[in-house]
């Protein structure tokens, strides 16, 4: 009875922050309130906070989903460092042709990283809450259930931890996310021309309809490829393959959430939704997962070596 308490109050806590966020947001910054999508978003919110528990629910004998002290730290850690790292990335360095504003996000480890480590409750709360507060801070405005699709990378990436064996676990997390980085990609291949709707450029007479560049469109195999040579690189270290090949999925499927949510709430088709927003967005994330995600796992791993725990 005690577990099944503290994920439903990590849950709460992560809607009251989305709550707080955005009515005491909007009061500092007028962008950040919500338009008439905001009971829709929030119904996204409620539907991935929903799938969070029912995995709990089939589940909940794994020690992963324990929540005491130690886990709360690491959650305030872990959020506060992606609202940061998100804050100095978003729009503010690099940005990939989407429908949407979407940048190159390093930060997309730490959601990754805090699942795989610390278990798959801290790993969405990192991912949904820090992404909230980054979006805050960055001040171009708020989209809740974007924020709920960072927070299922992180606990995708800590279910992990079901498996004592998770050497195991990797040939399955491997098909399963190639089989979804190929029917992403033929239907971009499918659809080569789809607008890029933020895109303006006066100069060259473009105002939105500017079609999504080849890199873009094919980040995500790209991407695939090369978590799939680190996860054979580092065969022999089953703590850095396995965090790199969960975090991808966790990847694939969290952002794909997010996406996918559009199509009711911003009106976009499925074409738009995957290839103009999902593709370019969780593409240039499996790179930064492949180079950062093996850098935390191992400095984490030295850190742990070094005291003893």
Known sequence: MKKVWSVVLSLAAVLAFFLGIWLIGRIINPSLNLDQTALLRFVFVGVGLLIVFVVYLLTKNSKMWEVGTRQVVYMAIGAALYAILSYLFNGTVFVVPSVSQVALRPAIAIPMFFGYAFGPVVGFFTGAVGNMFGDALTGFGLSPQWSIGNGLVGFVAGLAWLFTDKKKSLNVV?????????????????????????????????????????????????????????????????????????????????????????????????????????????????????????????????????TGR
């Open 174 to 306: 491997l098909i399963v996310s190639a089989v979804l980085a190929a029917l992403a990609t033929v239907l971009y291949l499918v659809n080569p021309n789809t607008a890029n709707g933020v895109f303006f450029d006066a100069a060259n007479n473009i105002f939105g309809d500017a079609k999504i560049s080849l890199g873009a469109g094919l980040s995500l195999v790209v991407g695939f490829v090369i978590v799939l040579l680190v996860r054979f690189i580092f065969h022999k270290n089953i703590d850095v393959a396995a965090a790199v090949t969960w975090a991808m999925l966790g990847n694939i499927l969290g952002i794909g959430f997010a996406a996918v949510s559009d199509i009711w709430i911003n009106g976009y088709s499925p074409v738009v939704a995957l290839v103009g927003e999902f593709i370019p967005s969780a593409g240039p994330n499996l790179i930064f997962a492949a180079i950062l995600v093996p850098l935390l796992v191992g400095a984490y791993a030295s850190i742990q070596k070094q």
